[in-house]
């Protein structure tokens, strides 16, 4: 008996060994690829958000990422140009590319950007839809299979030029003029919805708010040669949306100018914007769109000229499952959504926005990836949903003297991140929440376990 007891005793200690092993990479073993792919619906396709037919494409949507490879483990982080993957559609993506890069689903990191002129995908919501009569045609299958398909391919070339990285850069600077708060509070304690386009101009005189004005930059470099750069920065990255216009958007173009520039492949991830706009400095005209633009290219050439580099340190990737439960109240609850699908004279958008709260609440215990990479002192953290800013200002808390860069919109089953305190005091995100108002505290603790504090 003691015999067996030591042997598995041994048994465990050598597993735990190659995990770690795994986990904590030797840097003289690392390398990246960078991949893309066009993922832009075609004309009179697949629909922008909500129900929008494409009749322009003003510029590419993108799918842009990097394939890291260890020599043990590979590990992926994309960004696309979408406003949102829900529920088995972002699974899509993710079982695609694990399987195109080799890796491990849990791995794997997909991110959407949110622009509003880019497609808002839920094949859970249109399957709900598609059992009941006269359902709006919010998702298309086939595209869905396609675009995938092509952004697997991209993702297998790009293993044929995976180079070695020894050098991770760091930086960031602050962007004005672009950032505000959503959530504008009058004197009497009420809140005002200050949304991306604002011609109020009593609203748009409003504080900025409650925002992270900082724009981060984490550059993989060969020596002093830089492979490719990641920025992170906290808006809802729309101009102006609902005119069937396809776009990246002034993330997006500034994203694309400064890769004409310098370059060097870059990818553009969007922190915890659930309350936060360019509202305050956008009318939604063209001249306001290009000053957004330009100010977010700034930014980013400001935070690349700060960046300091260093030897790449250890990687670690983290994964933490978390189930947020759906709301049960009111309108909101899955029975009262069901109601709304099943009405064939309700609008199209209704059904459609109650089929998102029917899908996320049919997932039961399916719990939401989130992850983080951990280079050295420098994290990056993948959370789900459009979360409130204060989940990023909370994840940098928890690691003041480290560099911490977030990207949300992962899996936007949930819809809205709020926090607790923000239902009661109303406004629109809670409008727009799917999960239930006490997600705040699971929410904190499991970036807590993203930033190896747990």
């Known amino acids: 008996m003691l015999r067996r007891t030591a042997a598995l005793v041994s048994s465990f200690a050598a597993l735990s060994l190659v995990f770690l092993a795994s986990a904590f990479a030797e840097p003289s073993r690392l390398r990246v690829a ?4 066009d ?3 075609p004309l009179g396709g697949h629909p922008l958000i909500w129900l929008d037919q494409i009749k322009t494409v003003e510029d590419p949507l993108w799918a842009k990422g990097i394939v890291l490879d260890d020599g043990r483990s590979r590990y992926v982080l994309c960004a696309v140009d979408w406003c949102g993957l829900c529920n088995s559609s972002h699974e899509l993506f993710r079982v695609k590319i694990a399987k195109a890069a080799g890796a491990e689903i849990d791995n794997v990191a997909v991110q959407s950007i949110h622009q509003h002129t880019a497609p808002y995908t839920d094949g859970d919501a249109q399957r709900v839809l598609d059992k009941y009569d006269n359902p709006p045609k919010y998702v298309d299958f086939q595209f869905m299979e396609a675009v995938t398909d092509r952004l697997a391919e991209a993702v297998k070339k790009s293993l044929s030029v995976l180079e070695p990285f020894d050098t991770v850069g760091v930086g960031q600077a602050k962007v004005e003029k672009v950032a505000a708060t959503r959530r504008v509070l009058t004197p009497d304690g009420k809140i005002l919805v200050r949304y991306s386009s604002c011609k109020d101009p009593g609203l748009a ?5 409650k925002i992270d004005p900082f724009l981060r930059t984490v550059t993989f470099a060969q020596g002093d040669k830089p492979l490719v750069r990641l920025h992170y920065y906290t808006t809802h990255p729309q101009s102006f949306y609902g005119d069937f216009r396809a776009s990246a958007d002034f993330v997006g173009h500034a994203r694309d100018r400064l890769e004409k520039e310098e370059g060097v492949f870059q990818i553009y991830f969007t922190g915890c914007s659930g309350d936060v706009t ?13 000053r957004l633009t330009q100010q977010v290219f700034a930014g980013m050439k400001q935070s690349v000229d700060a960046t300091k580099y260093e030897p790449a340190g250890k990687l670690v990737w983290r994964c933490v499952p978390l189930v947020l439960p759906a709301r049960t109240d009111g309108d909101r609850s899955k029975e009262a959504s ?3 699908v099943q009405d064939a004279k309700a609008a199209p958008q209704a059904r459609t926005l109650a089929a998102c709260r029917v899908a996320y609440a049919q997932r039961d215990d399916k719990p939401l990836p989130l992850s983080s990479l951990q280079i050295g002192d420098n994290y990056l953290v993948n959370l789900p949903g ?11 808390g928890q ?4 560099f911490v860069a977030v990207a949300a919109y992962g899996d936007l089953g949930p819809g809205y991140i709020c926090t607790e305190a ?5 406004g629109y995100e809670p409008t727009a929440s799917r999960v239930a108002p006490t997600s705040e505290k699971p929410m904190k603790d499991a970036i807590r376990r993203l930033l190896g504090l747990e």
């Open 34 to 37: 960078t991949f893309r792919c």
């Open 39 to 41: 993922v832009t619906p």
């Open 205 to 209: 005189a409003a504080p900025e708010g």
């Open 278 to 290: 360019a509202g305050k400095y956008n009318d939604g005209s063209p001249e306001a769109r290009e």
């Open 338 to 340: 069901l109601a709304v």
């Open 386 to 396: 459009e979360c409130m800013v204060e989940y990023q200002l909370y994840a940098a």
């Open 399 to 402: 690691r003041p003297k480290d």
């Open 422 to 426: 923000a239902f009661p005091e109303g």
